[in-house]
């Protein structure tokens, strides 16, 4: 069975940091994107940030223009796992962040469409205080 766990949200002021986690399990995600979308309160689903295997060592990120220079999105293929560090946090990045997974092409339209990720987590929720 197929899980993703994120952790890491958490209440912060603004300026502040954190970094997400997400576990995955059930499967090896090495060759699939894995993506961070949030849903801030009455809005819709967002897109934040993805990352894609392109062959050989290196991975394409992709990034929402609101958190370019701000959060950094990495993986951990031996762990399997996906990062999201967060830096200088807004009170507007205030959301509840998930992680996703699907075999996704590297394609910077495609990356940030929701249904194009077969696998979700549950969420955790970031609070940024003004």
């Known amino acids: 069975q197929v899980q993703l766990v994120e952790s890491g949200g958490g209440l912060v002021q603004a300026g502040g940091s954190l970094r997400l986690s997400c576990a995955a399990s059930g499967r090896t995600f090495s060759t699939y994107a894995m993506g961070w979308f949030r849903q801030a309160l009455g809005k819709e689903r967002e897109f934040v940030a993805a990352?894609?295997?392109?062959?050989?060592?290196?991975?394409?990120?992709y990034y929402t223009d609101s958190v370019k220079g701000r959060f950094t999105i990495s993986r951990d293929n031996a762990k399997n796992t996906v990062y999201l560090q967060m830096n200088s946090l807004k009170p507007e990045d205030t959301a509840v962040y998930y992680c996703?997974?699907?075999?996704?092409?590297?394609?910077?339209?495609?990356?940030?469409?929701?249904?194009?990720?077969?696998?979700w987590g549950q969420g955790t929720q970031v609070t940024v205080s003004s």
């Open positions: 990352i894609r295997w392109s062959g050989s060592l290196i991975y394409n990120t």
């Open positions: 996703a997974a699907g075999p996704v092409p590297s394609n910077r339209v495609l990356v940030r469409t929701l249904s194009q990720y077969d696998y």
